[in-house]
C-alpha cells in the first residue's frame, strides 16, 4: 500500500509548475489517466490524485495513488481552469511523434523533456494576453497611486494656506482647474 503522505512528501521536493507575475495562472502538464482523472504531481513510484473529474478538489482524507502504468498521456493544465489538448502515451521511444501529439514516457510515466517543453508552449500561449496586459497593470497602479500622493500633498499645501491659484501654479493648470479638480475632495 503506497502511502499518499510519501507521495506528497517527494512531490514537494521539485517544483514542476510555473507561475505568471500577476499570479492567475500557474501552468503544469498532468499525467493523465482513463477515467479522465489526472495528477500534477507524482513521487515514490505513484502518481496522487486530488481532484474529482469536474476539477474539484477532493478532501484530503480522500486523496488517492495511481501507478505510472496507468497513464493514457498528458495534458498541459492551468490552476485558472483551462485545459490544453491531449498528449498520448505510445508504447515505445520509435513511436514518439512531438508534432502529433504522441510522446513516450519512461516506466515512470512522466513526459520526456521535449514533451514537456512543447506542452507548456500551448500554455504560454494561453497566458499570452493576459502577459501582454501585465505592463497595463503596473502602470496604472503606479498612476492611481501617483493619484493618491497628489491629493494628500494638496490637501496638506491647503492646510499650510497655499491659495488655489498657489496649488494651480503648482501643478500646471489654471486655479480654476485646481479648484475644480481638488476642492471637494480636501476641502
Ligand atoms: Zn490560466
Known amino acids: 500500500m503506497i502511502d499518499c503522505q ?11 509548475s510555473r507561475q505568471t507575475d500577476d499570479g ?18 507524482w513521487g515514490n513510484g505513484a502518481f496522487l ?9 477532493l478532501p484530503v482524507d480522500e486523496w488517492f495513488p495511481r501507478p505510472p502504468a496507468e497513464v493514457i498521456g498528458w ?8 485545459r490544453g489538448s491531449f498528449w498520448t502515451r505510445v508504447g515505445s521511444p520509435a513511436e514518439e511523434d512531438i508534432s502529433r501529439q504522441r510522446g ?8 520526456s523533456q521535449e514533451l514537456d517543453d512543447a506542452a507548456m508552449r500551448e500554455w504560454e500561449r494561453h497566458i499570452a494576453p493576459s502577459q501582454a496586459a501585465w505592463p497595463v497593470v503596473q502602470a496604472a497602479r ?7 500622493r497628489l491629493t494628500d500633498v494638496v490637501r496638506q ?4 494656506g497655499a491659495s488655489w491659484t498657489d496649488i494651480g501654479d503648482a501643478a500646471g493648470m489654471t486655479r480654476q482647474s485646481a479648484h475644480e479638480r481638488w476642492s471637494k ?3
Open 6 to 16: 510519501d507521495i506528497l512528501t517527494a512531490i514537494e521536493g521539485e517544483d514542476m
Open 24 to 41: 492567475k495562472h500557474e501552468g503544469y502538464v498532468a499525467a493523465w489517466f482513463a477515467d479522465d482523472r489526472w495528477s500534477g504531481g
Open 49 to 57: 490524485i486530488t481532484r474529482r473529474a469536474d476539477g474539484s478538489m
Open 75 to 82: 495534458r498541459p493544465m492551468c490552476e485558472c481552469g483551462w
Open 104 to 111: 513516450y514516457s519512461s516506466e515512470f510515466g512522466d513526459p
Open 142 to 148: 503606479e498612476f492611481y497611486d501617483a493619484q493618491d
Open 157 to 160: 499645501a491647503r492646510a499650510d
Open 185 to 187: 475632495v480636501v476641502g
